[in-house]
């Protein structure tokens, strides 16, 4: 029950970020990482990183992060997680930009 909450309360928080950032073209990507605080941590405040919501998709816990293209990278963003020593994969399936498009 925890975990469909929790779900909810992420998909909540996406819809709002998604409104916010799709006015500036900014794009979503889901990060599969050991431990979500550390991968929360190692993103917020970079350069071009909108937003961290921290989480758990699937039994694993993610890292959904909001940024603009035009600032950071997809492979920069797992470099960060990389250098936390938290990065496990990068959720193909859940990358978009906030447009709707893929």
């Known amino acids: 029950m925890k975990t469909i909450k929790l779900w909810l309360v992420l998909l909540a ?5 998604g409104a916010y950032a799709a006015e500036k073209g900014d794009r979503e990507v889901t990060f599969a990482v050991g431990c979500y605080d550390v991968g929360a941590s190692a993103l ?7 937003s961290v919501e921290k989480g758990w998709l699937g039994g694993k816990e ?13 492979p920069a963003l797992e470099e960060r997680l990389k250098g936390a020593g938290t ?4 959720e193909p399936h859940m ?3 906030l447009k709707g498009e893929k």
């Open 13 to 17: 928080l996406g819809i709002a970020a």
């Open 44 to 50: 917020q405040g970079q350069p071009g990183v909108i």
């Open 62 to 74: 993610v890292n959904r992060v909001v940024f603009d293209p035009a600032k950071i990278s997809v």
């Open 87 to 90: 990065y496990i994969g990068t």
């Open 95 to 97: 990358n978009r930009d």
